[in-house]
């Protein structure tokens, strides 16, 4: 197995840590943020007739989703015989324990089964992403 290269253990280390830091403060991290005022999710509830609520769920589970696409890039990159369902699987692992740590031990934070779901979607993104660019790069050679 090739060793891998100095940018992909920096971003998996920057990555990790992020992560870690974002799921495990001890407060929700959007909480000085007035995300409702921002223009595209203004848009969101003029042009889709949807509440703030609402707007502000979907924000929330497109920022979960997008936390953990790297997650499932980089086990795709580290583990080169992973299969898309290794990344999916640790995506569900890993989030289900940050979402009991959460529980347990931060009680400012809210721990969500959909927080779960919108994660291991995220970490299938990623792997998917993976899985096409090598399909796409066989098919080229």
Known sequence: MPRPSRLTVTGTALYGTALLLIGLWPTHV??????????P??????????TPLQAYDFVEI??????????G???MVWLSRARWFHAVGLGLVL??????????????RTA?????LANTAGAALGAAFVVI?????????
């Open 30 to 39: 959007d909480k000085n943020i007035d995300v409702v005022a921002w223009p």
């Open 41 to 50: 999710v203004q848009w969101m509830m003029r042009n889709l007739d949807i």
């Open 62 to 71: 497109g920022a979960n989703v997008v936390l953990f696409a790297p997650l």
């Open 73 to 75: 890039l980089f086990v």
């Open 95 to 108: 989030s289900g324990a940050i979402e009991i740590v959460q529980d347990v031990a931060r009680p400012d």
């Open 112 to 116: 969500s089964w959909v927080d779960v």
């Open 133 to 141: 660019w090598r399909q796409q790069r066989q098919a080229v050679v």
